[in-house]
């Protein structure tokens, strides 16, 4: 099996530490022979910016977005602005694992336009408020498991659901 690169981008302001993004790379960095970047970006032309730059995205496998969801209006928080399913840049997860570590985003009204603008084969996320150490739990766990065990995301998410880390996180799976 490849390796099984993951993209991890920080969106919590620096301001609430200990940030999520940053914890989960050092201990993945410790705990991993794959390949885990770290970027943290502010605001949504950054974000974009860097989705859209086909080269640098297509190293990865595997894209983490740490962040705050929108209870009210289904978008991606950033420390400077938001960013609404729509309006993610088009293609840019193809084929891809995308996992959601940002409240409530894991709820339909996020995940279905999500998915169908950046074309994500898996999308991960909590569908309602998480605590970040359950968060950063959940998802320790899925990268031991994907990466370190070679285990397939499905496989993976459910062993990261049985590791007793709260936030009722779903799987949703792009058919075809």
């Avoid at 496998?61 to 309006?87: C, K």
């Avoid at 991960?124 to 408020?129: A, D, F, K, L, Y």
């Amino acid at each position: 099996m490849s390796k099984r690169s993951v993209l991890i981008i920080e969106a919590i302001p620096l301001k609430e530490d200990p940030v999520e993004g940053d914890m989960l790379s050092k201990v993945l960095e410790m705990a991993s022979y794959d390949y885990f970047e770290l970027h943290g970006v502010s605001n949504k032309s950054d974000l974009l910016e860097m989705l859209e730059d086909r080269q640098f995205m297509r190293r990865f496998r595997i894209v983490h977005l740490s962040g705050h969801g929108d209870e009210d209006g289904a978008n991606f928080l950033l420390p400077r602005g938001s960013v609404n399913a729509s309006e993610f840049p088009e293609g840019c997860f193809r084929n891809r694992t995308v996992c959601l570590s940002a409240c409530t985003l894991g709820k339909t009204s996020f995940v279905r336009p999500f998915m169908e603008r950046t074309s994500a084969r898996y999308v991960i996320g909590p569908r309602r408020s998480v605590y970040l150490i359950d968060a950063t739990l959940f998802f320790l766990t899925f990268y031991y498991w994907t990466n370190r065990r070679r285990l397939g995301i499905e496989a993976a998410y459910n062993r990261a659901v049985r590791s007793g880390a709260r936030g009722d996180f779903t799987l949703w799976t792009r058919s075809g």
